[in-house]
């Protein structure tokens, strides 16, 4: 157990950045992966739009902060996601390519 004093509301802000996380990987790492760079322009674009009421403008604004750290680190982690499902194409793509080309062409080098 944690020393650390914990806020349910941050293991809930976690749970949901981790679901925007596993959404945003599902569509990136399919046919879509090439728009990573435009899910995360609409992610950060989108983050400020929530308007809190009743509460402390600097309640808020450590909130949105927070919120924000945390979809960054998760639009970090699907980048990663997609910049490996990209990969793991390319070489099935090598691969099959391979096993069409003759036994008697010359290897490429890089």
Same mark, same amino acid.
């Given at each position: 157990? %944690? *020393?650390?004093?914990? *806020?349910? !509301?941050? +293991?809930?802000?976690?749970?949901?950045?981790?679901?925007?996380?596993?959404?945003?990987? #599902?569509? +990136?790492?399919? !046919? $879509?992966? *090439? *728009?990573?760079?435009?899910? #995360? @322009?609409?992610?950060?674009? !989108?983050? &400020?739009?929530?308007?809190?009421?009743?509460c402390?403008?600097?309640?808020?604004?450590? &909130?949105?902060?927070l919120?924000?750290?945390?979809a960054?680190?998760?639009?970090?982690?699907?980048?990663? @996601?997609?910049? %490996?499902? $990209? +990969?793991?194409?390319?070489?099935?793509?090598?691969?099959? @390519? &391979?096993?069409?080309?003759? @036994?008697?062409?010359?290897?490429?080098? $890089?």
């Amino acid at each position: 157990m %944690a *020393d650390t004093p914990c *806020d349910p !509301k941050d +293991v809930a802000l976690a749970a949901l950045t981790n679901l925007v996380r596993l959404m945003g990987a #599902e569509l +990136v790492a399919g !046919k $879509h992966r *090439d *728009d990573v760079g435009f899910l #995360e @322009q609409a992610v950060r674009s !989108k983050m &400020g739009t929530l308007t809190v009421d009743g509460c402390a403008p600097e309640v808020a604004e450590a &909130g949105l902060a927070l919120a924000k750290t945390h979809a960054e680190s998760a639009l970090i982690q699907i980048r990663s @996601q997609a910049a %490996a499902a $990209h +990969v793991h194409n390319l070489e099935a793509a090598l691969r099959t @390519q &391979g096993s069409s080309v003759p @036994q008697s062409a010359t290897p490429m080098l $890089h």
